[in-house]
């Protein structure tokens, strides 16, 4: 993912039109898959690298929850994650899609909590430094973080937004603004 | 000089000791739990680091990339710094803006005297 022109403008990309669309297994290995589509699709539609990693990275964080979290029906096929990222004019939209299970409200609600307290900084740079300070007091150990999400706002410049279907699936989308 | 390296899915640390403890991270760390490749080889660095009484370089210049599993050990560890004795250096490219926008933030860690810092080239 380096290429060189890192704030370069971005090509005419501010009015184009495009949506890259990928459907995959929810498993870890294709996150690497994922991430080298993105790059390639915004590379090829005039992106500058800086925009590239940002978004990218979105789509990894995005992706990484989808897996973590959905519920895949011990493996039925035909379960995946639907992973959009459309290019429309001056900004960049990624949407992610995953089944829940019905249970799992606990799971929304902490996703609706964090979504609203990123939303109620004025600045994703002081939501970030304030869980980096939450996470730095969690034991060496412990594996949670709850930084992807607030890192897509912040690293990822992202407006970060959901919602749940009639039939059980979680969007979460993240628009990225081109400058 | 004595150096070790340590490779999984695509990322290398590589540990040296010579004036400093020099940790370089090289490749892409998008493991689904990074803390446990990650974190045994950062504690060896900074136990050498408070053994030999040597600063600690953290050096993420050859990091294409890393997901937000791998912040968390990292600041676990800047936060113990922090608290204890040994002197501890993150480096960073800031020419890249992702390292640039993830390291920054890591400020908050720095110590007046310095004994922690977060430095870009």
Same mark, same amino acid.
């Given at each position: 993912m380096t290429r060189a022109g890192g704030r370069r403008p971005n090509r005419g990309i501010a009015h184009r039109m495009s949506t890259l669309n990928l459907q995959v297994a929810p498993h870890w290995d294709e996150l690497d898959s994922i991430r080298d589509a993105v790059s390639a699709f915004l590379d090829g539609n005039g992106c500058n690298r800086d925009t590239c990693q940002a978004v990218v990275m979105t789509a990894s964080e995005l992706a990484e929850n989808a897996i973590?979290?959905?519920?895949?029906?011990?493996? %039925?096929?035909?379960?995946?994650v639907i992973l959009s990222v459309a290019l429309q004019p001056r900004r960049i939209v990624v949407e992610v899609r995953n089944p829940v299970a019905p249970e799992a409200t606990v799971d929304l609600r902490r996703l609706? /909590?964090? &979504? *609203?307290?990123? %939303?109620?900084? *004025?600045d994703p740079f002081q939501a970030y430094v304030e869980r980096l300070k939450v996470v730095s007091l969690v034991s060496l150990t412990s594996a949670e973080s709850g930084l992807g999400l607030?890192? &897509? /706002?912040?690293?990822? *410049?992202?407006?970060?937004?959901?919602?749940?279907?009639?039939?059980?699936?979680l969007a979460v989308s993240a628009v990225h603004q081109l400058s | 000089m004595i150096s070790e390296s340590f490779t999984e899915n695509g990322l290398t640390l590589e540990l040296a000791a010579a004036q400093d403890v020099v940790l370089?991270?090289?490749?892409?760390?998008?493991?689904?739990?990074?803390?446990?490749?990650?974190?045994?080889v950062l504690m060896k660095a900074l136990d050498q680091g408070v053994r030999e009484a040597k600063r600690v370089i953290i050096d993420f210049r050859n990091l294409e990339y890393m997901n937000s599993s791998t912040i968390t050990p990292l600041i676990r560890i800047l936060s113990m710094a922090q608290r204890g004795d040994v002197r501890v250096t993150v480096m960073y490219d800031s020419k890249l803006r992702w390292q640039e926008l993830s390291f920054t933030a890591l400020e908050i860690f720095e110590t007046d005297d310095k004994r922690v810092e977060i430095c870009s080239v």
């Open positions: 973590k979290y959905g519920d895949y029906g011990n493996g %039925r096929p035909g379960q995946n609706d /909590a964090m &979504v *609203q307290w990123i %939303r109620g900084f *004025q607030v890192r &897509v /706002a912040y690293e990822g *410049q992202a407006l970060l937004d959901f919602f749940v279907t009639e039939d059980s699936t | 370089t991270w090289r490749g892409k760390s998008t493991a689904r739990d990074p803390a446990a490749f990650v974190l045994p």
